[in-house]
């Protein structure tokens, strides 16, 4: 009964997007790997990891590093020769990487089995997915949540002290996922502290325990180092504080992430 819980989730992801393979490539993704003619052999793989995002087939610079994403098509290039449907079966399964780990974070939370599995089925199957799953321009969108939710799951192990190196190597890892992904990964530092201090760690005689952070922290630091040496002084963000575009954006945010609401561009 508790092994078919646990494939629940991940059987349903399957079955809602069976049909995402047979889709072709459209958007950035006609840009980024059909029309581009670096996405051929691993000898381009330097190039990929080591240049703004749109760098090779655009000839343009956008502040955008993800060397991951990048080096993934390229591999996939390489083994599915531009056939689509390598790209979206390899979309389909950073999604069941993540929906496997948010199982594994509610357990490690203490949530009952079924509660767990509620939970990933939710996540798997909610309408906010169906974009980044079916659109290989949005592979980073996908890896970058499965690498959060992973390090979060690995944190967790680690600190609860069952199998502490493997946890811990995990976690790493899963940084480096989120981070070469999307810069969105961002996130998993603030989510470590803030959990990290409500644990009280930062309490008397309990402060020991914040070294578990330190990953975090260093990934974090040497991520931003590489993306300003890769990008220069295109790796800048700019902010635009204007009010109205701040009501409108967190008003469309709020609604794509209803339950049930398909809102997609």
Known sequence: MNGALWTLPLLA??????SSPSFGLVGDAELLI?????MEDLGALPDMVTEDYFWSPAGERIGYWRPLTKASWLVETVIGGRAASTYHFVQIAWLLLAVLGVQLLGRRLGLPLHLACASALLVGLHPVAVEPVCLVMARSDVAC???VVWALVAWRGWREGSRPRLWASIHVVALVVAFGSKEAAIVALPLVLLWSAMEGD???????RLWTTV????VT???LLCRWI??????GVDLDPDP???LVGGGAYLRGALPFVVDTG
């Open 13 to 18: 992801v399957v079955v809602a997007f069976r």
């Open 34 to 38: 059909a029309d581009n003619p670096l």
């Open 145 to 147: 949540v499965a690498g």
């Open 202 to 208: 930062l309490a008397e005689g309990r402060r020991h």
């Open 215 to 218: 990953p975090a922290l260093s």
């Open 221 to 223: 630091a040497v991520y």
């Open 230 to 235: 890769v990008l220069g002084s295109g790796a």
């Open 244 to 246: 109205l575009r701040i």
